[in-house]
């Protein structure tokens, strides 16, 4: 088996769904084999495409605060695995971003997941990702998200952190009275340098 090194240098060549943009393909993720926390998002934005850095933005501002962890923390790929379903930005639609492109997990997310094996919990962040993680039991996001104590200790939904959700923020008080804090307490308990 390939090293994910190898992997990873092949997945920032990708180009299967160039024929399909406008804009050139980016391949935006972070991984490293020892990573603790896996979070699976939807597909980078335009400023984490411009950048190489996933959730470079005001979404990825809300994710740390979330998640109660730094900047640097979070940009440690021996910490964080940044695995989104899609690489590259999918491009604008009519209300936001695109989904991300269909060609993307097939050809690379088995691969990629073999080669985290100390991933101590998993974020599942947004649709595309939790029909993926749960398949059709999600319920679509607040079905999947209210129930996150069903899904077990090392998994957890999570509703995108974008400012496009501040609404449904507000109509879920539970995510952040309830949600939040167990999600930070995991959180540190993954990253924690003790083992278990």
Not at 8 to 24: D, F, N, V
Not at 60 to 70: A, E, I, N, T, Y
Not at 147 to 168: E, F, K, T, V, Y
Request: net charge positive; aromatic share 8%.
């Amino acid at each position: 088996m390939e090293t994910l090194d190898q992997l990873l240098k092949r997945i920032a060549r990708c180009q299967i769904c160039q024929p399909h943009l406008s804009h050139k393909v980016r391949p935006v993720l972070q991984a490293a084999s020892d990573a603790r926390v896996l979070i699976v998002g939807q597909a980078p934005g335009t400023r984490a495409a411009a950048s190489g850095l996933p959730f470079d933005d005001a979404s990825g501002d809300r994710l740390r605060d979330w998640l109660g962890v730094s900047r640097t923390q979070f940009y440690d790929p021996k910490l964080f695995a940044i695995v989104p379903m899609g690489f590259c930005y999918p491009g604008k639609g009519s209300s936001g971003d695109l989904p991300p492109r269909a060609e993307c997990a097939p050809a690379w997310r088995e691969q990629l997941l073999a080669h985290l094996r100390d991933i101590r919990l998993t974020l599942v962040i947004g649709q595309y990702a939790q029909a993926y993680h749960f398949g059709k039991a999600s319920g679509g996001v607040t079905a999947c998200v209210y129930g996150w104590q069903h899904h077990g200790a090392d998994i957890m939904p999570l509703p995108h952190p974008s400012p496009r959700n501040n609404l449904w923020l507000r109509r879920n008080p539970w995510f952040e009275e309830e949600l939040l804090p167990v999600l930070k307490a995991r959180v540190a308990g993954a990253i924690s340098t003790e083992t278990r």
